[in-house]
Structure formats: C-alpha cells, structure tokens
C-alpha cells in the first residue's frame, strides 16, 4: 500500500466573531465544499479563528501603555499600546532589541510579540491574542464536533513562530486534542537491528506544518484537514506537554 | 477549488549503496507502485540514502578517538570513536553536556551530534554523516530527475533536527534545488487591508515536515512526493541561505 498523507482545506468558512459556534462553521463550510470527515482525520485550526471566536481580541483604543512600552514603540516606530498588550501577554521577555520583542506567553510558548498579532481581523486597531487555554479550546471544539459525527477525530490548534537558526517561521501545535504530539520511537528497532535511543518525532508540530502549506497566511483558509496519518490516540495529551523543561533544554 | 497537498510515500526503494544512481532507483519504485510524477511536484528525499549514495559513511573500526572524545564517552557512556566522528563534523560545540552533543555542523546547521547518525545503515559499527553539499547533492538529483522526466520539479533533502523550547523533533530541508525555500508575504496586504510586515514562511521546512508523516523513521520509506503546493520556482535558492545569520537571530 502506497503511505500517504493528504491536506485539505476548508474554504467558505464566514468571518468568525466571538461567540460563534466554529464547530459548526467548520462543518457547514466542509459540507458545503463537498468534503466529508472521516473517522481519523485530524482538523487543524489555525490559532485566529479561534482567538476570535472565543473574544481575544483587543481594540487597542482601550489601552493605556506603560512606560516601559512607550519608550520601545518611540524607539523603534511602533504603536505603544500594540507594545503594552505584548507585555500583558508575557510572562518573561527573551529579547527585547532591535524592535523585536521575543516573549515567554503566559502559556509557555516562546515566540515573537506572545502572540499577540494585528492581521487578519477585521477592523482597524484591534490585535488578537493567543486563546487563553488552548488545550481547552482544541478539547471543548473536538468535543462538539465528535458529538455531531459520530466518531473520532484529533483537533490541532496552530501557529506560526519563528524559531533560532533558521529564517522564517513554521507553524507549530499550541493546542491539541485527541492526538499524541510525540512518535516515539526509543526502544524500537531500526529494519537494520539498530536499538533507536533517542529518536522522537513532533508529530503535532509536523502535522501543524503540513497544514500551513493549505492555510497559508492571506487566503482565508483558516481550517484544514489532514488525512491517513495514523496518529497514536491520547485523551490526556496536551500542547503544554510539548514544551521542553528550561533546565533540560540543551538546544537553547 | 479545495486547496490540496499530498504527501505520497515512494516504497520498494532497495538498500542503497555507494555510487547507486539514487535518481533511477526512486523513479523506477515510484512507476513500481503506480505512482507516476507530475510536473511541480516536489520530491523530497531524507538525508541517509543521499549519505548512502555518496559514500557518506565512516566505519568506526577506522576510527581513533582524540583525547576529549575518549573523556566524554567514558563520562557519558558512549563510543569513542563516534563522539569522535562528532567532532570531527563540527565547526563550533553549541552545548556539550549530560551526554548530549549539539554541534554546528560544518555546513552551518545546529543539530545533535552534527547529523551523524548510526540508525539505518547496514552492518555494525557505522555511522553516516550529513552529505558534504546537501544543496549540490539536491541540484544533482534534480538534474538527472528533470532529464528524464521532462518536465520540472523541485527537490528537497531532509533531515529531522531537536529544536530549543519544544519536544521531538521536526524534520527540514537541509538540501534544496528549485524551489524558494520562504514565502514572503512582506508586502501583502490580509483580506482585511493590513500590510504584512515581517511574515515569511519557511515552505521548505514545512514540506519536510510535511514529508515525515509519511517517510518516520523505521518504515524503509526513505522519499516522498509533496504535490499540489504551488512552490515560487527558484532556480538560485540554497538551504544554506535558511540559515539565520547570528548577529541578527534574535531567537537565540
């Protein structure tokens, strides 16, 4: 059997406000394409959506930026309030020169600006944020949308971060449901006889990755779905559970 | 339209050796499986048949470890003789502590041990190395591909890399030929009238990624096809120029 592995994206998804339904803006737009979930299928949800529909958006009219912010926005050109709901969001800043600001969120996730990013949202002035939980958010939409099929399904809530090294940036898992993020393959034996020792693959991030090639940035695409990887079932795992411990990361 | 990418695993490539024409054996196991090329596909292929191919193989039997090789692996519990290939790999120890080696190989790339690797290569006590010119290894498949196709594609050689603050690893291109490694969307403006002003997607890493959900690790599925993603042809581009120059990666 030939292994592979497809991407689809779901078009048609309306503007998403807060309190929307996604679940069912997901499924109708699905439907409406002629797309039809199948049992397996792991729904990737690219982080904005649901920041919308769960309200983490902030109308930058309503903030009052603090020094600290004032004098990084005077320095480097930038809004100040834009810089003030960046601090707000952070629980640790990692760099902070050159008028880029990396942040540690308050989730953990280390990346440009905690997250907190101005496109793709209707109207002038408004920033959305990381959704507060997004374990949860992935958990409550992989809730309802199995309520309605029938059957299994993994959800995978995404982002694009930058990373160290490399240039650009790749979309990574920040929230997960239903699916193990790791493939672990310490203990397994290569087809050569070869004990792996060390290998585990970031399956979640992988698939997060794959579906940014649908999404991308500007074609309002905002959902996707990744068929026939055979993903290791887990109701416990969590995105939170892919960050490595600070005092065992020796890549940093 | 849906917008689709397939990822399509090519099977029954035989073990590959020294001097194989690694272009002819992927194409005639993909017409072996039915799975015939089109033009636009990328062709993405992980980094140990290249190794293979190329000779890109050192027999530890071969092997004197140097005086730090000898004190780290009677430490830490490992070869010698491999910390010494290691080390010979690298041009800068990045980190080098709690048996963990991560090198900036001689190509640029900071990853675990340098690339080198003892899993999946036949017989004991040999370890492969990443290919000298993963970019020319990548234009030179290429080339011969496109000969006897007719038609273009673009090739990308992968490898799975650990990254800082997150779990597992993701695979990326460490080798490209055709194919714009970044989408730029500086510039664009969002479907809601906002000028982009630092996105830019790491496409070929997303494509590697993409590919590992199909190639893993132990499944003797070394290539895969990455079809329906609409790549900026680039005739010029280098995985090399992913890399983030130090001075300006401000992740680290």
Redesign the interface.
């Known amino acids: 059997m030939?292994?592979?592995?497809?991407?689809?994206?779901i078009?048609g998804i309306p503007e998403v406000t807060e309190g929307d339904d996604l679940a069912a803006l997901i499924l109708s737009a699905a439907q409406a394409?002629?797309?039809t979930l199948e049992a397996g299928d792991v729904l990737v949800v690219t982080q904005k959506v649901v920041s919308k529909a769960e309200g983490a958006v902030v109308d930058l009219k309503d903030v009052t930026p603090s020094p600290l912010a004032l004098e990084f926005a005077r320095e480097h050109n930038k809004d100040p309030r834009h810089v003030e709901v960046v601090l707000r969001e952070s629980r640790r800043i990692?760099?902070m020169?050159?008028g880029?600001l990396?942040a540690e969120s308050k989730h953990g996730?280390?990346c440009?600006n905690a997250g907190v990013d101005?496109?793709?949202?209707?109207?002038e002035e408004r920033v959305s944020l990381l959704p507060r939980d997004p374990d949860g958010s992935a958990r409550r939409l992989r809730e309802v949308i199995m309520a309605r099929l029938g059957f299994p399904v993994a959800v995978i809530i995404s982002d694009?971060f930058?990373?160290?090294?490399?240039?650009?940036?790749?979309?990574?898992a920040i929230g997960i449901a239903g699916i193990s993020?790791?493939?672990d393959?310490r203990g397994?034996?290569?087809?050569?006889g070869?004990l792996?020792r060390?290998?585990?693959?970031?399956?979640a991030?992988?698939?997060a990755?794959?579906a940014?090639?649908?999404t991308?940035?500007?074609?309002?695409?905002p959902v996707?779905i990744?068929r026939g990887?055979p993903y290791l079932p887990d109701e416990e795992a969590t995105a939170k559970?892919?960050?490595?411990e600070a005092s065992l990361?020796?890549?940093?």
């Open positions: 030939v292994p592979q592995v497809q991407i689809i994206g078009t394409q002629g797309t990692v760099r020169e050159r880029v990396i996730f280390i440009a101005a496109s793709n949202i209707p109207g694009s930058g990373r160290p090294w490399r240039l650009g940036s790749t979309d990574v993020p790791l493939k393959y397994v034996t290569d087809p050569y070869y792996l060390t290998s585990t693959a970031a399956v991030d992988e698939i990755s794959a940014e090639l649908v991308g940035k500007v074609d309002l695409v996707s990744a990887f559970g892919l960050l490595r990361d020796m890549f940093r």
